[in-house]
């Protein structure tokens, strides 16, 4: 009777089929006013709850649309709530809420009118509005804030949103794929590896995007999936690292990039590669 599941940094959630929430694991910030837990068997939070994400923090679409957020690793300020101390109970973030991710230390929340939300780390300008609110924080290595506490509105018409702390990637309602910030090992996909401070356009036609560990990863329209950035462990398939997109295979309909990368097909197959996977340590 589980309906979804997120897991990161030691810690793991599930939610139910009668939306109820599940955390449990060897580093866990249960939301009880408690700081970190071992947790063996998963602990009941709280109910109606429609999606959740695990990762340094905890962070939950209600079933009104509401972002709640909470944890112990709040020194980027990305569980939103305006400081950077621990978040030790569900704290409220935003409201009409659609879509939600975390990483690195960013925070990016789409509401339900398409217009994109983002906090914590803006080091490289990754939340484009140089962290204006929050004067204090010294400057990040482009001359930009390098914090921002509370949600900050990025742009309008946005279907979907990754994050991987330094970088950022959006869909547009025209299915146009746009990125910026820090561009290590060209996970920008704009053949350089040049930072950048605003927007530029990667490809058009793309459906979803998801980037991680230096390497960004985007199913079009038609169900290609293409790769740009560097890994060293095999994630980017029969590519070591590339600075523009290339195409690794058809018929994908989900994608999932790390240390790994894992694809969902068309037919209901899974697809792994990468560093150690399952009964093939060290295999890629």
């Known amino acids: 009777d589980v309906a979804s599941v997120s897991c990161g940094n030691n810690a793991c959630a599930a939610i139910k089929t009668d939306g109820s929430l599940w955390l449990w694991g060897e580093h ?25 994400h695990c990762a340094s923090n905890t962070a939950v679409i209600k079933t009104d649309g509401s972002l709640w957020a909470w944890g112990y690793e709040n020194s980027s300020g990305d569980v939103g709530n305006g400081t950077t101390e621990p978040v030790l109970v569900p704290t409220k973030i935003l409201d009409d809420v659609t879509a939600f991710c975390s990483s690195g230390g960013s925070s990016a929340a789409i509401r339900s009118d398409g217009s994109l939300w983002m906090w914590g780390r803006n080091d ?118 590339s600075y523009t997109p290339v195409k690794i295979m058809d018929n994908v309909v989900d994608v999932d990039v790390s240390l790994q990368t894992a694809a969902l097909r068309k037919d209901g197959t899974l697809w792994m590669w990468g560093y150690l996977l399952p009964g093939e340590a060290g295999s890629h």
């Open 124 to 241: 490289y300008n990754q939340l484009l509005n140089g962290g204006q609110g929050n004067a204090s924080i010294n400057l990040g290595p482009l001359g930009v804030q390098s914090l921002q506490t509370v949600p900050v509105k990025v742009m309008d018409g946005v279907t979907a949103v990754s994050t991987s702390g330094r970088t950022t990637a959006v869909i547009k309602e025209d299915h146009s794929l746009w990125m910026w910030g820090h561009n290590y090992g060209g996970v920008l996909g704009d053949g350089s590896a040049t930072d950048r401070l605003t927007p530029e356009k990667v490809m058009d036609d793309v459906s979803a995007v998801n980037c991680n560990s230096g390497i960004t990863a985007a199913i079009q329209t038609d169900g290609s999936l293409w790769m740009w950035g560097t890994s060293t462990f095999g994630a980017m398939g029969p590519v070591g690292s």
């Open 28 to 52: 866990v910030t249960l939301g009880d006013g408690n700081p970190f837990t071992q947790v063996s068997t998963p602990v009941k939070v709280m109910d109606d709850v429609a999606a959740v």
